[in-house]
Antibody, heavy 117, light 111 residues
Framework: EVRLEESGGGLVRPGGSLRLSCAAS????????MNWVRQAPGKGLEWVSS????????YYADSVEGRFTISRDNAKNSLYLQMNSLRAEDTAVYYC??????????WGQGTLVTVSP | QSVLTQPPSASGTPGQRVTISCSGS????????VNWYQQFPGTAPKLLIY???QRPSGVPDRFSGSKSGTSASLAISGLQSEDEAEYFC????????????FGEGTKLTVL
């Protein structure tokens, strides 16, 4: 059974940092690209970042470019999102999701990040 | 502001057929396949339709997708109360610095 489990969310002050983790199981992690997608309270989905299976290609949404860093450790079946210089508008539930072809076929349950003074 | 445009809401009565539209441009829907996701309150999105019209295993055939030009549609036939959820379309966009764009979401209410 494919499982994705995010952790690391919490309350942080503006300008602060957080590192999100996503533990994957039930599939061959190092053969899939992975994405981070976020959803602000009461809002729609926003793609945040993507990383290919071997970390060769990395993409960021313009809204997080230069502040967030995606990475993965295939030996540990884990995906990460280092978030620096956090802003109020980064408040959201952050989901990790597996990329099959061009669709996100499995999602984690999400972890809430709240940026507030 | 989302790149893909969806109506904010849709509704229908049990047994009805409902469609949800998703409008994009030549750089996204016009040149890439469309996926649809279903999300219930407080839960993660779930893949509902991929590659315009394909259903993952376990998705009832009441759900169908189509694409024409720079627009796509999700149709739900034989509407059931458990279909009440939010629905998001998504597609790759060749003009953006990244692989994915989502629609704004459509809240479906079963009356």
């Amino acid at each position: 059974e494919v499982r994705l489990e995010e952790s690391g969310g919490g309350l942080v002050r503006p300008g602060g940092s957080l590192r999100l983790s996503c533990a994957a199981s039930g599939f061959t992690f190092d053969t899939y690209s992975m994405n981070w997608v976020r959803q602000a309270p009461g809002k729609g989905l926003e793609w945040v970042s993507s990383i290919t299976s071997g970390s060769s290609f990395i993409y960021y949404a313009d809204s997080v470019e230069g502040r967030f860093t995606i990475s993965r450790d295939n030996a540990k079946n884990s995906l990460y999102l280092q978030m620096n210089s956090l802003r109020a508008e980064d408040t959201a539930v952050y989901y990790c999701a597996r990329v099959r072809s061009r669709e996100l076929d499995y999602w984690g349950q999400g972890t809430l990040v709240t940026v507030s003074p | 502001q989302s790149v893909l445009t969806q109506p904010p809401s849709a509704s229908g009565t049990p047994g009805q057929r409902v469609t949800i539209s998703c409008s994009g441009s030549s750089s996204n829907i016009g040149s890439n396949s469309v996926n649809w996701y279903q999300q219930f309150p407080g839960t993660a999105p779930k893949l509902l339709i991929y590659s315009n019209s394909q259903r993952p295993s376990g998705v009832p055939d009441r759900f169908s997708g189509s694409k024409s030009g720079t627009s796509a549609s999700l149709a739900i036939s034989g509407l059931q109360s458990e279909d009440e959820a939010e629905y998001f379309c998504a597609a790759w966009d060749d003009g953006l610095n990244g692989p994915g764009v989502f629609g704004e979401g459509t809240k479906l209410t079963v009356l």
